[in-house]
Every structure is written in structure tokens, then in C-alpha cells.
């Protein structure tokens, strides 16, 4: 369980970053792009069905991979820019594999972000596994 939640925590964080990082100017990273984060605006709605939490499960499993591929590559990048480059990619990767699945990228950021605060959604996520 505590291999999902750092990896998570790390795929929420790249899914949300990256398309900040692409932004040139301030104001624009703070414009919503289809990337908020519902608990950090105190409007999460944790009543998810299980056929959504079973999706994420599938969604995870497949962004955990992407970010398995990426991180070392990120990691080793020459630049910044190169680093940020990969960065996209990875993210644009993990929405290709989260849209897979049938799932939008707010929902998934839903149950990512529940999962991690809240233990309800959590037990439930891990007894889906």
C-alpha cells in the first residue's frame, strides 16, 4: 500500500506540475486547465462507485509504468528544459493511459487525491486491488 500512495502522490504531482511548467507566464499556471485539485478547493466529492475506483485502480497501474519509464530519464536530463520536456511527455503519456481506461483526469485526480487524505476511500481502493 505504501508503494501506491508515494507513487500517487508522485503521478499527482507530475499530472498536475506539468502543464504549470508549460505555462510562460504566472497568471496562466494558476488558470484552470482540466488539472485542479477538487480537495485543494474544498469541493471533493468522495462518493465514488466502484466501477470508477476500479478504473483508477487500472489507470494507476498503467501511470505507474509511464512514470517507472520516466523518472529516470528525467532524472539524467543534461537541462532543465530537457527535464521539463520529459516531463510533458510523461504527463501526456499518463492522460493517453488514464483516458484509456475511460476515466477524465479531474476524476482520477479525485480518487488520487482522496485516496491519499482520506481513509474510507483508501480502504476501499485497496480492498478493489
Do not use: H
Amino acid at each position: 500500500m505504501n508503494k501506491l500512495l508515494v507513487s500517487l502522490t508522485a503521478s499527482l504531482a507530475l499530472l498536475a506540475a506539468a502543464p504549470a511548467m508549460a505555462q510562460q507566464e504566472p497568471a496562466q499556471a494558476e488558470q484552470g486547465s482540466g488539472y485542479s485539485n477538487p480537495a485543494a478547493a474544498g469541493t471533493q466529492d468522495t462518493n465514488f462507485d466502484d466501477a470508477e475506483l476500479k478504473r483508477f485502480i487500472d489507470a494507476q497501474e498503467g501511470v505507474m509504468k509511464v512514470r517507472e519509464e520516466y523518472i529516470e530519464k528525467i532524472e539524467a536530463a543534461d537541462s532543465q528544459q530537457e527535464a521539463q520536456e520529459l516531463q510533458m511527455e510523461a504527463n501526456d503519456e499518463m492522460v493517453s493511459v488514464i483516458e484509456e481506461v475511460g476515466m477524465d483526469i479531474p476524476t482520477y485526480n479525485s480518487i488520487a487525491t482522496a485516496y491519499s487524505s482520506e481513509p474510507k476511500v483508501r480502504n476501499r481502493v485497496d480492498a478493489l486491488m
